[in-house]
């Protein structure tokens, strides 16, 4: 398989006060196109910033980022990128927040009618197109910044924590969710955690990244799909992967206490 | 639920009537007590405004100071706007005027009035420069604080979408900065009327200003008294028309804020 996006000895270092904090050096990474790939790693890794350098919202220090074997610079039209913050704009409706992607397209009204509608009803929101962010719970929210980030049906997604303010159960009913619109789309997924489960409920692969973005463990999940993000955890694999990449992190987490 | 609400309306209204009739009382009272001479009753200020008006003195004047006013808030928010948009979005230019435009903030409009007089006269432009720098400065820091306080999150989810610099302009930045202007516009009404006035005042040709100031200078406080209500009037109305916009551009908020805090005593 071809990668879709190929990171290659990328750095990125940021000036706190005085300090120089490197958070990525040297780092390498490829996503294969059609994958489901989850980086797990404990807070302060990186792992955002990754994200945000792939999205082209960041510039790097060096290294670059390959999309299809371009390098990217810039935002790309074809990247949808669900951040961990809501960022729905709240002076609009959620209707008119799940089209603004296809306004800024210029794609006609009818056209951004139609596909709002479909896209409020494959994500549950129906009955509140017309409420305003602060009406909806955070769960909706997610929804509904899910739902715009769909609207220009983009054929690669980055996801950074997107479901880590939630409560467990809806978390997993979102799981569920995102599974079901992910499977046979060929969509490549890059998401983002520091939860263990929900990396191996989600992904094909989990990376596990330690300080400065090395990588401790790359490792292929082999659940059958479709998978459901509840009743999976009863299956006896799942607890051996869950154990591997318990001692992978604890491993991740080692070096940076001793530099704390 | 709703009967409720327009209990509490009535009960609101009512007390305004009440509360108005009780400074009119107390008003009465005081222009016996103390003498008409320094507070004349509400009578003699209701005679003085049926005077003016039947004269004509009374719309002459209102209509110079409500020229003054609206032409001062014209220029004074619109600079201001611009202004603030502009300083916003440089910050590095803005950084380095700062220090000057807090010193300008700081002066006294009203000692600018002479300088003002000399370089304009004692017609309309002087009174309407005085009022549209007073309005400047506070249209222009609402609007910059509002171009700073822009949600550099939406920023980036619209960069996402494969926004240009226009579509942040049109669809995060302006609609995030509205409610920061209309801030400012409220703040602003008050004071253009008191730059048109000082104008005024200071001038002495024309105006609710040189109403108030004649009246004083012939030792008439219901005159004085008489313009004062007029001019309250002016604001009243003014700040009406600010809430109706309010209310039209921030929908969205309703029912974000509570407009009562539960502090127990």
Known sequence: ?260 | MRRLQRRRTLFIIGGRILFLILVIIAWQIASEKIGPLFICSPLAVFLQLRDWTLDGTLWYNTQVTLEETLLGLLFGVSTGIVAGFLLGLQPILGKILDPFIIGLYSIPKVALAPLFILWFGFELEMKVVLAAVTVFFLVFFNTLTGVREVDQNLVDAVRLMGAKRRDIMLKVIIPSTTGYVLTGLHMAIPYALVGAVIGEVISVNRGLGYLINNSASQFSPAGIFAALVVLTIIAGLLNGVVDVLDRATSRWKAGMHTTSKIIPL
Not at chain 1, 245 to 253: D, G, I, N, Q, V
């Open chain 1, 1 to 260: 398989m071809t990668a879709i996006i190929r990171v290659e000895q990328l750095k990125k270092s940021f000036i706190r006060g005085e300090q120089e904090i490197t958070v990525l050096a040297n780092m390498n990474l490829e996503i294969e196109q059609g994958s489901f790939v989850v980086v797990v790693g404990p807070s302060g890794c990186g792992k955002s910033t990754l994200l945000n350098i792939i999205a082209g919202l960041l510039p790097a220090n060096a290294g670059h980022v390959y999309y299809k074997e371009h390098a990217m610079v810039d935002t790309h039209s074809e990247v949808g990128y669900l951040t961990q913050k809501d960022t729905l704009m709240p002076w609009r409706t959620v209707e008119r927040n799940i089209k603004m992607p296809l306004e800024i397209r210029g794609v006609n009204k009818e056209e951004r009618q139609r596909k709002a509608r479909e896209l409020i009803a494959s994500v549950g929101l129906k009955g509140f197109e017309k409420h305003y962010p602060h009406e909806l719970s955070g769960g909706m929210l997610r929804r509904a910044c899910l739902a715009r980030m769909l609207s220009t049906s983009p054929e690669t997604l980055l996801m950074d924590e997107p479901f880590g303010a939630l409560d467990a159960q809806l978390r997993m009913e979102l799981q569920t969710e995102l599974l079901r619109l992910w499977l046979g789309s060929n969509r490549s997924v890059l998401f983002i955690t520091h939860d263990i489960e929900e990396a191996i409920v989600l992904g094909d692969r989990v990376v596990v990244l330690g300080t400065e973005g090395r990588i401790i463990l790359d490792e292929n999940i082999e659940l059958p799909r479709p998978r459901d993000a509840v009743t999976i955890r009863f299956q006896p694999e799942f607890a051996q992967v869950h154990h591997r990449l318990w001692s992978a992190l604890t491993e991740a987490r080692k070096p940076q206490e001793v530099s704390a």
